[in-house]
């Protein structure tokens, strides 16, 4: 059974950090992409970022230079280090795991940013 668990989300003020983590089990998780998604009340879910095994990241252009993606896979977790979170980075993010037709989710961790 594929399981993938967020955590990390919380209140944070303008300008400041959180780094979510998503814990999965039941993958080959080398070979999935995974990737962080979020969405916003009354908006679609929209892409974050994505890595591959090999450590092949992209980005919405919204967050560059602001969020960074990792993976250890070792540990079949992926991060998101967000930084200069602004009060449009509200949202549920929700982990990932792509593999050609497969999609698995995660439940979501709430990030608030308000001051």
């Known amino acids: 059974q594929v399981q993938l668990v967020e955590s990390g989300g919380g209140l944070v003020q303008p300008g400041g950090s959180l780094r979510l983590s998503c814990a999965a089990s039941?993958?080959?998780?080398?070979?999935?992409?995974m990737g962080w998604y979020r969405q916003a009340p009354g908006k679609q879910r929209e892409l974050v970022a994505v890595?591959?095994?090999?450590?092949?990241?992209n980005y919405a252009d919204s967050v560059k230079g602001r969020f960074a993606i990792s993976i250890d896979n070792a540990k079949k977790t992926v991060y998101l280090q967000m930084n200069s979170l602004k009060s449009e980075d509200t949202g549920a993010y929700y982990c990932?795991?792509?593999?050609?037709?497969?999609?698995?989710w995660g439940r979501g961790t709430q990030v608030t940013v308000s001051s």
């Open positions: 990932n795991a792509h593999l050609i037709s497969q999609d698995y």
């Open positions: 039941g993958i080959i998780f080398n070979i999935y992409r």
């Open positions: 890595i591959t095994g090999s450590g092949s990241a």
